[in-house]
T-cell receptor
């Protein structure tokens, strides 16, 4: 069966510090991978998606970037965090050309 | 411009009764729809999906109805149980690209009263 991992679970970072969140998927090959953010009281907003190694599409211009160095690894990064980057970050995967996405447990990021 | 709307931020239902959660969308190109359930500090859990070629899909206690002409879908939970208390999100996508970039609603918080 497929499993998706995210770490860390919670993170408190000062403004201006760098960020690296990691997501890995087990039990599947060539997945589509997605990063979402849920701000307080809001729905889930798609930030990035990837259909293969090194292939990243950005949905929202912002302070963040994403990379996919391996087939089942997806990384969300920032060089300098802003207060507005606070939120709940979720990684998701989906089979190629299939409609359902499955979410990881999420990372709660607080920028102070 | 919010393409997927869940206009009821919260809903309370008595245990054993039907819960009906609603979702409206504006983009007529959307052809796949998902419902997720989310507990605090956890990732959303997939519940049920429907494609635009259907108007109903059932899975156990969960049924999703799609009205394409009204651009409206609803999730019915029968019978409702206290464990169903969570935030429910609907999501819509234009699946033609194969990447399934979903637009999510803002969620409805369901509380099932024992």
């Amino acid at each position: 069966s497929q499993t998706i991992h995210q770490w860390p679970a919670t993170l408190v970072q000062p403004v201006g510090s760098p960020l690296s969140l990691e997501c890995t998927v087990e039990g599947t090959s060539n997945p589509n991978l997605y990063w979402y953010r849920q701000a307080a009281g809001r729905g889930l907003q798609l930030l990035f998606y990837s259909v293969g190694i090194g292939q990243i599409s950005s949905e929202v211009p912002q302070n963040l970037s994403a990379s996919r160095p391996q087939d089942r690894q997806f990384i969300l990064s920032s060089k300098k965090l802003l207060l507005s980057d606070s939120g709940f970050y979720l990684c998701a995967w989906g089979k190629r050309f299939a409609d359902t996405q499955y979410f990881g447990p999420g990372t709660r990021l607080t920028v102070l | 411009d919010q393409q997927v709307k869940q206009n009821s931020p919260s809903l309370s239902v008595q245990e054993g009764r039907i819960s009906i959660l609603n979702c409206d969308y504006t983009n007529s190109m959307f052809d796949y729809f998902l419902w997720y359930k989310k507990y605090p500090a956890e990732g959303p859990t997939f519940l049920i999906s429907i494609s635009s070629i259907k108007d109903k899909n059932e899975d156990g206690r969960f049924t999703v109805f799609l009205n394409k002409s009204a651009k409206h879908l609803s999730l019915h939970i029968v019978p409702s149980q206290p464990g169903d208390s969570a935030v429910y999100f609907c999501a819509a996508s234009d699946g033609t690209s194969g990447t399934y970039k979903y637009i999510f609603g803002t969620g409805t918080r369901l509380k099932v009263l024992a």
